[in-house]
């Protein structure tokens, strides 16, 4: 019997190893994304996004493992580690969330294992804290706030309210405003985190002598603010980045929206033939316009399959020049990566505006051109 | 501060505090006649705002869409009550509270089969969408000032249920001996019933009133949850006037906290450090005050063992 036992284990083993050799150009993808909770809506567009570009090359050697962290770090440590370990996935990718990304991503790459992130882009992983197999295909997280501390120069405001949750991407926000912006800041206020009232810090805007407001508020957060901004009667400019009026939060905000300035490195009017065949393929599968969190995946996805074609993905080394090279066609146009694996890409002002009853963006113009991250130059990355 | 500053500011922890009260009469009725805690009480929340949702969606009506939230919260307290929560009664805490943490698990991700994972919208009605004038020339959100009114009136609907009705004497006779009135012919499984599902019920109104202002999305009941736990530990556990007096407390601190605390730590910090720490410190403001209530009143502002 013990004899039976070793023979059917060497057999498989050796069926392993020979499969693994034939199938040295595909690779296994492991993706860890929010599908549950609260914030499920930017991991499915994420996932939507990253599927539809796998489908669309028609590879059958790239398998894609998905599995939901319902937003817990705890739960991505632990899907991580199986992945890695049981699964034996060759990439990993798919983290929407700051606060996750640093509990997967350090530990991922020390074991050798590429990351693509198709969302978060905290600054400890884009400056001394960055490494060779972490690839960020969206945004650092500072970006977009930086777009609109320099829109606020060029629509003359001089005297902003900022607001933000008090927590650490919260704190990048209004920094990040406030490196480019160079007026006078009529208030700072940092909210709770998963604040759903904001009553006492618009009666407080109203009382500032603002002339504008700029919030970062991801998720829920935003629609409450917008909504009860709304209705306060206060009328001033507002401005944020793309988080509070992507496509699948305008809808819940309503027509308090409109008119909204915000900042985003993609946007569905991006003219490109890679952008309409995107939004054209991406509703006609999913039967809703796609988010710039959707681009993100889709975008993700594609700069993996071209590096495939390039590198064979068991050698790490070689596989992690394939991506840096950025061979890919991205919904955005031009993108390339920076020395420490982060974009450097354009990112636009848009405006909320109606087209027939769904709100949606209209790009306005540009806001910051090869813009690159401040992190970088702390990077020993070349 | 401005005077009408400082008035805006408490009008807006009166209407806090009015919101959390709708979660938290429901909380406290439901623990100090079945001696249950419902963790899932949050969930039926969800359920008031996402029934308001749909059918205003649908009619275009808000009005319907708050009586929809009512019946569907009810029904669904209803239905929790005889299927789970009614095999819990003689069970420990424990318990309980694992049972109602699957419940809420089981909702959460019910409503998103249903609902799909992006939050829907919902609106106040046209004539409460804009701002009011009040007195001096200063602007009030007309929906706000019609929350309070509201629960103004709940408030006082269920001061005149329990104290002027034959069923509020018999939830005040449960209360005190629950073997004892069944002993004298009240069938308790029933009252229990009614209870949970005017407890549900009202949460699912404060769901369906909140959402018109917030964002009506799955989870959206759980930190309000906590909140009403809070109301209910500083008022009293089981006091419906405990309730109201501790949700206006709680609205009110946390709202002067929110605005008052940066500006005093600014007067000896420079101004980054100074939000940084008042933002921190008036996260905890509605728990100090919990911790210094329950050293001088263990058993909360209203006691019932008194």
């Known amino acids: 019997m013990k004899t039976l036992k070793t023979i059917m284990a060497s057999a498989v083993a050796m069926s392993l190893a020979l499969g693994g050799s034939a199938m040295a150009e595909g690779a296994k993808i492991g993706m860890i994304t929010t599908l549950s909770g609260g914030g499920a809506g930017l991991g499915v567009d994420v996932r939507d996004g990253f599927m539809l570009a796998i489908e669309q090359a028609g590879r059958d050697d790239v398998e894609v493992v998905i599995e939901d962290d319902a937003q817990k770090p705890e739960l991505a440590v632990q899907i991580a580690d199986k992945m890695i370990q049981s699964e034996k996935v060759d990439i990993l990718t798919g983290i929407i969330w700051s606060n996750l990304a640093m509990a997967v991503v350090p530990s991922a790459v020390a074991q050798g294992k590429i990351y693509v992130s198709p969302n978060a882009g905290p600054s400890a992983l884009a400056g001394k804290g960055c490494n060779a197999n972490y690839f960020n295909v969206a945004w650092q997280n500072d970006n977009l706030h930086e777009a609109m501390g320099a829109y606020a120069n060029v629509a003359e405001y001089t005297n902003t309210f900022i607001l933000a949750p008090n927590y650490p991407a919260g704190q990048d926000a209004l920094n990040g405003f406030k490196r480019e912006y160079r007026g006078q800041l009529a208030g700072e206020v940092f909210t709770k985190l998963g604040a759903t009232d904001y009553a006492a810090e618009i009666a407080q805007i109203r009382d500032s002598g603002a002339d504008s407001v700029f919030f970062f508020l991801p998720g829920g957060m935003g629609i409450a603010f917008m909504k009860q901004y709304a209705a306060s009667g206060v009328d001033l400019p507002v401005m944020g980045p793309a988080f509070s009026f992507d496509q699948g939060i305008l809808g819940a905000v309503g027509d308090a929206a409109l008119g909204v300035r915000n900042s985003s490195q993609w946007s569905k009017d991006i003219d490109n033939e890679t952008n309409n065949a995107f939004v054209a393929s991406f509703q006609e599968k999913y039967d809703r316009l796609p988010s710039l969190y959707a681009s993100q995946g889709f975008d993700a996805a594609n700069l993996i399959l071209s590096a495939l074609d390039k590198a064979d993905v068991k050698d790490t080394e070689a596989f992690s020049a394939a991506l840096k090279e950025a061979d890919f066609k991205s919904t955005r146009g031009d993108f390339k990566f920076g020395n420490n694996n982060h974009p450097i890409q354009d990112i636009y002002v848009r405006e909320v505006v109606k087209e027939g009853d769904v709100l949606t963006n209209k790009i306005l113009g540009l806001a910051l051109t090869d813009h690159q991250d401040a992190y970088a130059v702390d990077c020993p990355l070349q | ?306």
């Open chain 2, 1 to 306: 501060m401005s005077t009408t500053l400082l008035f805006e500011q408490l009008l807006n922890g009166l209407q806090y505090g009015v919101t959390l009260f709708l979660m938290a009469a429901g909380l406290t009725l439901v623990f100090g006649v079945m001696g249950l805690i419902n963790l899932a009480h949050g969930s039926l929340y969800m359920i008031g705002a996402f029934a308001c949702a749909a059918v205003a969606a649908a009619t275009g009506s808000f009005w319907l869409g708050l009586v929809a939230s009512i019946v569907a919260a009810g029904f669904a307290g209803v239905l929790i009550e005889m299927f789970v929560i009614r095999r819990l009664y003689d069970r420990d805490h424990l318990d309980q509270v694992l049972a109602t943490f699957a419940l809420i698990l089981i909702l959460s991700e019910g409503c998103r089969m249903v609902f799909g994972s992006f939050p829907l919208y919902l609106d106040a009605p046209g004539f409460l969408a804009g701002p009011v004038t009040l007195f001096g020339g200063f602007q009030y959100s007309a929906y706000r000032l019609a929350i309070i009114l509201v629960g103004g009136l709940v408030a006082l609907g269920l001061y005149l249920l329990i104290t002027k009705t034959r069923l509020g004497i018999r939830i005040r006779a449960g209360e005190a001996d629950r073997e004892m009135i069944a002993a004298l012919g009240v069938n308790i499984a029933t009252l229990y019933t009614i209870v949970f599902a005017i407890g549900a019920a009202l949460a699912g109104f404060a769901g369906a009133m909140m959402g018109a202002i917030q964002s009506v999305q799955v989870g959206m009941g759980e930190p309000v949850l906590i909140l009403a736990f809070v109301v209910i530990v500083i008022g009293g556990i089981g006091s419906i006037k405990g309730a109201l007096i501790g949700s206006i407390l709680v609205g009110v601190v946390d709202t002067l906290g929110r605005v008052t605390l940066p500006g005093f730590f600014n007067l000896f910090m420079d101004t980054a450090a100074a939000n940084s720490v008042g933002a921190a410190l008036s996260s905890m403001s509605i728990y100090v005050l919990m911790a210094v209530i329950l050293i001088f009143k263990p058993e909360g502002l209203v006691s019932n063992n008194a």
